[in-house]
């Protein structure tokens, strides 16, 4: 067609006199002199596989509320780097709750942070444990529901609500049926100590279910039932709340194994060592101890009629 | 054409290869067989004075010493004597040292020598024990088994065996046999489990006692194994139940209270085994340390004798488990046997917090101490 080929022509017009290589040359010598100064001065390469740049996130302020159901309890000791996102989740779990952050024995401002996000913040200066400081937030708690978690791992909103819903649905203990990897011969001494608690107290179903795995939740029956002080050694707590008639049930999965941060220092062949083992099995033992003096020398069980008088 | 050449080309490739594969496999075999040859003194050491001779030849030469035994003049022919004649020649060719294993296989071809030279038949297995051992056998109505129990222990050098009959309505009396080394002891009424075992290790004389139950037949070499682990100076011979246990998540309450209680003693290597699962074999010691009264309730004499120091181990594993014969009381999730043996680990466990404390040999680092350590920055 001429008169598209006439466009094309245009667009290809040159004014004669001037060539391309007379008006572009001087333009491109200078762009390539400052691609090559550029290039001396290495300019960073643009990494794709960097992880994209940290900003400190906008979290909505927590509300205590002024008379709340659910009390979340979270000992904290030298936790500023998780505080934060587990104050988060806690602030979403129930409208009307409270959170409780018992601070101990903390020195790296874990304390002025919870404050910072709204957790009500109790100060104590040397260290608790886990146990004692949520007997510590227990007996703050002013709501009929008690959900303990720990700062040191980041469990989903989503993930705690089971154990409150349990509790306010009339359940007494709401444990995480969480029960330890289980898979070779021989257990962890930890997930053996509590498989055989909960086979003695007569509920096997618990499993390996304890009251010293978080999240759990308790009523506030059950909390006066068991005593504050039984809460400081959870299997002696657990073994009371079963022995006591109270309704103790696993209602929920958190494989918190996986989240647990390792700790403890490296023992014999590069296994790790941690004393928290020997604390948490001396504690079944304490609950065992407690069952023997409640329910006799044999906790209980029969002897199947042996003659003990025949042998001198 | 240019097909047939292709063809006849690919043959001769094949044949080139396959010459040069036999080849190389046959250099192969050449040198495997010399290395074979020069491996054969690199056996795992059997014993100070029998490291780097095989099996074979150890085996050749007790049958050889055994024949020479049997052979020489003047003495009486007989179990006895050939026990005495081994455990001289054990002694002087240092075999009494070496692994069970291998001074089994050495007992064996011993007393098959002896029995060859003097055309005896029936023969004990000859052991190297320094000390009398005495087996103690609980039966209640176990006729139908109890012959065969007898058989195999008549098998070994024992002392003496004593069989605790209780509560028997059939003919468990009668069946056993009238043997110089068999005690019977009979008791109308049933004793309870385990009670029988206590009265038999308070009339036993032996420095080692063996227990096995009547209502299962364990093979006499198995039971040797015992014997040879109490006379080389343990206390508590169990028997290694882990290989036949499942994985953790499918074990009972019973397995885990077994494990859960040589934790708590501080011995982790002893896993699930107890005094409960027979057979097993105690020392003169032990039953002196924890009273013939504490092994009524098994995992308590197991408690105690782990508490005040003496050596447990486990030196075989004999598969119980499947044996076992199976009643209503025994089977099945929570039967009352194993309730009555969960019961039994609590009472260990209070009998050993009285001494020990409560928490036993769990440390007693506070939590504040221990949060120190865990969290400190």
Redesign the interface.
């Known amino acids: 067609m001429p008169h598209s080929s006439g466009q094309l022509y245009v667009c290809r017009y040159q004014p004669p006199g001037q060539s391309y290589t007379e008006v572009y040359a001087p333009v491109l010598s200078r762009f390539w002199e400052e691609i090559d100064v550029v290039k001396k001065r290495k300019r960073p390469r643009i990494r794709l596989n960097r992880k994209p740049i940290q900003r400190p996130k906008v979290l909505p302020r927590l509300v205590n509320h002024p008379d709340p159901i659910v009390s979340i309890i979270i000992p904290a000791m030298n936790e500023r780097a998780t505080i934060a996102s587990v104050l988060r989740e806690a602030g979403l779990v129930h409208p009307r709750s409270e959170t409780i952050v018992v601070v101990n024995g903390s020195t790296d401002g874990t304390a002025e942070l919870a404050e910072a996000c709204g957790a009500h913040v109790i100060h104590v200066p040397e260290p608790l444990g886990h146990d004692v400081g949520r007997r510590v937030g227990a007996e703050a708690a002013r709501g009929q529901v008690l959900l303990f978690i720990d700062a040191d791992m980041v469990i989903p909103a989503r993930e705690l609500r089971p154990f409150v819903n349990a509790v306010l649905t009339g359940v007494d203990v709401a444990l995480n049926s969480y029960s330890g990897p289980v898979r070779g011969k021989v257990a962890h001494p930890v997930v053996l100590a509590k498989h055989v608690l909960n086979g003695v107290l007569q509920r096997p179903d618990l499993r390996g279910a304890s009251l010293t795995a978080v999240p759990h939740a308790m009523s506030r029956t059950a909390v006066d039932t068991v005593g504050l002080d039984a809460l400081e050694v959870p299997p002696l707590a657990l073994a009371k709340a079963i022995r006591l008639g109270l309704n103790v049930q696993p209602v929920h999965t958190v494989p918190v194994g996986k989240l647990n941060p390792a700790r403890g220092r490296i023992g014999k062949k590069g296994s790790r060592v941690d004393p928290l083992t020997a604390l948490v099995a001396g504690d079944h033992l304490e609950a065992i101890h407690w069952l023997l003096l409640q329910q006799g020398p044999r906790g209980g069980y029969s002897d199947l009629g042996r003659q003990r008088g025949k042998v001198r | 054409m240019v097909m047939v050449t292709r063809q006849k080309m690919k043959v001769r490739r094949k044949r080139r290869s396959g010459s040069s594969a036999r080849l190389r496999g046959g250099a192969i075999r050449r040198s495997s067989g010399f290395s074979r040859k020069g491996r054969r003194g690199v056996r795992p050491s059997t014993g100070r004075r029998y490291a780097g001779i095989p099996l074979q030849r150890l085996k050749a030469k007790a049958w050889a010493a055994g024949a020479r035994a049997a052979a020489q003049d003047g003495a009486e022919k007989g179990s006895p004597q050939m026990q005495a004649c081994f455990q001289a020649w054990a002694q002087a060719e240092r075999v009494d040292q070496l692994p069970f294993t291998a001074l089994l296989t050495a007992s064996l071809a011993y007393r098959r020598g002896y029995a060859h030279a003097a055309g005896l038949s029936k023969m004990w297995i000859p052991l190297p024990l320094k000390s009398r051992a005495s087996a103690i056998v609980t039966a209640s109505n176990e006729e139908q088994t109890l012959p065969a129990v007898l058989a195999e222990l008549r098998k070994l050098p024992l002392h003496e065996i004593i069989v605790v009959l209780n509560g028997c309505d059939d003919a468990s009396f009668t069946v056993v046999d009238r043997d110089p080394r068999i005690t019977r002891l009979s ?1 109308p ?7 029988g075992r ?2 038999g290790a ?1 009339i036993a004389t032996g420095d080692i006692l063996l227990f096995t139950d009547g209502d299962m037949c364990v093979a006499a070499e198995d039971l040797a194994a015992f014997l040879i682990a109490i006379d080389r100076g343990e206390d508590l011979a169990l028997n290694d139940l ?1 290989p036949h ?5 499918q074990q009972d ?1 019973v397995t ?2 077994k ?2 209680l040589n ?2 003693l501080g011995h ?1 290597e002893l ?1 699930a085994n107890s005094l409960t699962a027979v057979p097993n074999a105690l020392s003169r010691r032990a039953v002196r340390t924890v009273g ?2 504490a ?2 309730v098994p995992p308590k004499a197991q408690a105690l004798a782990l508490v005040r120091g003496l050596k447990a181990g486990a030196p075989i594993s004999v598969d119980v488990i499947r044996k076992n014969r199976l009643r209503t009381s025994n089977s099945g ?2 039967n ?2 194993a ?2 043996i ?3 680990h ?2 260990a ?3 050993v ?1 009285k001494t020990e404390g ?3 040999r ?4 506070g ?2 101490e ?8």
């Open positions: 008791f009424e049933r004793l309870g489990h385990d009670v206590a009265i308070a882990t246990l499942p994985p953790f998540s309450e885990r209270c494990a859960f934790l708590a982790p896993k013939t009264a092994l009524i999730a929570g009352a046997v309730r009555m969960v019961g039994d609590l009472e466990l209070g009998e917090m409560v928490r036993l769990f440390s007693t680092i939590r504040s221990l949060a120190k350590v865990r969290n400190a920055r």
